[in-house]
């Protein structure tokens, strides 16, 4: 079995990006127990902040396929991965029926990441053309939408004409794009040689480690850290009366 290298830039951006989403939740968390005024929903910083942490997740998606396809895929932990993503994105779901049953999650980030990393598998041995599939599927979103998509069975393709009401929404279009444009970034990590930094760069610095760490458990991370943020501020409430 090939021990696949570890390039821990790439576990830092992950780390970051971990570390963005946990502090979105703990502010969503603030707003809904009463304590801030945030508008989730309409500010442009929250809604773009969301775009940011979602967008560097999903390109590190299709970074980290083509790093774990280098000298050949390892199938029994992709699929290993691949059944905990379903599993969890199943709970999820079920979780946010019972919690919150106007805004159920049916397709949202874990659901998605669950569905590319089945659907981009053939364009693994692509490059350039995961750059043009990608720019265009991201172009289609902001250019066309259509009614038809409106239909609840459809809303995971995208291409709506309104958001649908959810608090996690991931749809294919545009976001499988991102997925391809992250796969030709990790593609020219190894074709283009002023990138070749990001495969020897390390560095011993606490945060750098810490992060590092963060992103390489990014998936366990997600799926707790807001069962305990919301079950702490529900025992601050019950406390305070």
Known sequence: MTVKTRY???DILRGVAIALMVWFHFSWDLWHFGYADFDFYRDPFWLNLRTLIVSLFLLLVGVSLVLASQGGMNWPRYFRRLGLLVLFAVAITVVSYFTNPQRVIVFG?????????????????FWWLTLFVGIVLVVLDTQFSHPLFNQPWLHWIGLMTHKPVTEDYV????????VLIGIFIGHSLFRW?????????????P?????????????????VHQPLLFGLFALVGALAG
């Open 8 to 10: 821990q830039l790439v």
């Open 193 to 205: 040689p002023a990138l070749a930094f990001v495969h020897r760069w390390q560095s011993t610095a």
């Open 207 to 223: 945060p750098a480690r810490f992060l590092a760490l963060a992103g390489r458990h990014s998936l366990a991370i997600y799926v």
């Open 109 to 125: 980030i874990l659901h998605f990441i669950a569905f590319a990393s089945v659907v981009a598998l053939p364009f693994l041995r």
């Open 171 to 178: 749809p294919v279009i545009p976001w499988l794009g991102v």
